[in-house]
């Protein structure tokens, strides 16, 4: 893996606080005086001779006003390194929690185009009906290690089809085979904008968003962030009446560009979020804006045939440990519904999980 700095901001030496500075110039100033006074320096590689150095030291007098000038001093280069480092408008809990980064983020990498060609075929495998997701997928992936990238980042996707088909499924796939986290904004449960981009002052609680959490409890700076059903997305407002909406809060990110100095409304500094992968689905692209759209690949999914619909049934039901005759009972269910209904992968995972309640039962026929 490789590792790459991740925040617009330096974290001081922890051994160089206030107390630790003046330590150091206290000590400094004993051995100045000592040289002044005649005192024979320490001896190198003598280790009884160090004691006695130590010892002389210590009889160094350093009146309080030496002390006072040395605690102004530290007290000064303390102001002046937070003030550089970026941070000193940081509360103490926001320094514990940022300080993680403080020796960067890792970045997950594709190292060879027969992994890219594994990891397609696997995927393809499993969801076959997802070809055009897989495809795109596949040629990024093939892309990020021709050109050497230090790590894979998915062009932003969006994948617009029917519901049920199995886009979020697909985005679990890729997060598993590619090992790196995957965070999930769920339907319009969750006000989507916030959860993206956090809240600051003005909002009626603040927080960092969940990409940002993501990576901090992971240090991975390339994760999966998908945004379910985003057309369904609201725009909540501020308690003084600021409205923030989802698509125009993710446009920076959208972007490699400005992603790589995204500013965080909650911390208030730059992060550098142009590794995230962004998935987002949708059910229609009627309430999308034109400039959101012209940031992302749009792929068109069609429904999921029966065919596939029985071979996925009979693939996870194996994996579920379903019996064989548990296995054909549902298959056969399933030709049967498709008959006279429209039938998704939500309704296959149902059946499963009842066929799994009933088998666990011993009352299955």
Request: proline residues 5%; glycine residues 8%; aromatic residues 6%.
């Amino acid at each position: 893996m490789t590792k790459i700095k991740f925040i617009d901001a330096r974290f001081p030496d922890g051994g160089l606080d206030e107390m630790g500075i003046k330590r150091r110039f206290e000590g400094h100033l004993r051995k100045l005086r000592a040289l002044r006074d005649g005192v024979t320096p320490q001896a190198p590689g003598d280790f009884a001779d160090a004691l006695r150095w130590e010892g002389d030291l210590s009889e160094v007098r350093i009146s309080s006003n030496d002390r006072n000038k040395i605690l102004r001093r530290a007290q000064y280069l303390v102001q002046r390194r937070a003030a550089l480092s970026g941070t000193s408008h940081f509360s103490s809990d926001d320094k514990r929690k940022l300080g993680v980064l403080r020796n960067g983020v890792d970045l997950v990498e594709i190292k060879t185009e027969h992994r890219a060609d594994e990891i397609a075929a696997a995927i393809h495998a499993d969801m076959p009906w997802m070809t055009p997701a897989t495809d795109f997928l596949w040629k990024a992936m093939r892309r990020s290690v021709h050109v050497g990238e230090p790590g894979f980042r998915l062009p932003p996707v969006l994948l617009d089809g029917p519901p049920g088909i199995g886009k979020s499924m697909w985005s679990r796939q890729l997060g598993r085979h590619l090992g790196v986290p995957r965070g999930a904004i769920e339907r319009t449960a969750e006000q989507a904008s916030f959860v993206i981009n956090g809240s600051q002052k003005g909002w009626g609680t603040t927080f960092p968003g969940r990409p940002i959490q993501t990576i901090l409890q992971s240090l991975c700076a390339n994760p999966i962030i998908v945004i379910d059903e985003i057309e369904k997305a609201g725009k909540p407002t501020s308690t003084t009446g600021q409205t923030y909406g989802l698509q125009e809060g993710l446009l920076p990110l959208l972007e490699r560009s400005s992603a790589a100095t995204w500013k965080c409304p909650y911390f208030q500094i730059n992060f550098d979020m142009s590794w995230i992968s962004w998935v987002l689905t949708s059910n229609s692209l009627a309430t999308l804006s034109a400039p959101f759209l012209s940031r992302l690949e749009v792929l068109r999914l069609s429904q999921v045939s029966s065919a596939h619909l029985s071979e996925f049934a009979r693939r996870e039901g194996h994996k579920r440990g379903l019996s064989q005759p548990s296995v054909d009972a549902l298959a056969e269910a399933l030709e049967i519904a498709s008959r006279t209904d429209q039938l998704n992968l939500r309704h296959v995972i149902r059946m499963l999980e009842r066929g799994q309640v009933l088998e666990a039962a011993g009352t299955l026929h």
